[in-house]
């Protein structure tokens, strides 16, 4: 089985991405991709990535084999909230975490990071989302 744990969904904040679900999820089962974990890009350009999660698990219903990676960030005052409706999810087995993309540090996470492990959840800790060779110079994320 070949599992995809690094695909997004959504829109790109500088050149055209076609991130539908459908698209996305048959241009990896083309490359012999039998599930997905899929997280929602725009989270990496808001200052509340949490937005973005209900309609990821909503397009994630219509696939079973399309499992939601929602995004949280536990420097908002309501990621507890956010992480207990991503419990509440069928399909949630891990949980995405884009400190280079927020005003935090990794270890501001260790809250979220103690209730991932009691929930029994996995964690991907992604730095980077694109290669700087193809940004800006004035819009690289350290």
């Known amino acids: 089985m070949i599992i995809d744990m690094n695909a997004f969904v959504g829109s790109w904040h500088s050149r055209p991405v076609v991130g539908e679900l459908q698209i996305v999820r048959d241009s990896l089962r083309a490359y012999g991709v039998d599930r997905l974990f899929v997280s929602p890009l ?33 420097t908002i005052a ?9 419990l509440r999810q069928p399909r949630v087995q891990l949980i995405r975490l884009l400190p280079a993309y927020s005003p935090y540090e990794l270890s501001e996470a260790d809250p979220l990071l103690d209730a991932l492990v009691e929930a029994g959840l996995g964690v991907v800790v992604q730095t980077r989302l694109e290669d700087p060779r193809r940004q800006h110079p004035r819009t690289q994320v350290p």
């Open 78 to 86: 309501t990621w507890r909230q956010e992480f207990d409706r991503a």
């Open 42 to 74: 725009q989270a990496a350009w808001c200052r509340n990535p949490h937005w973005f999660n209900r309609l990821l698990y909503e397009s994630v219903e219509t696939f079973g084999d399309v499992w939601p990676m929602p995004v949280l960030d536990p």
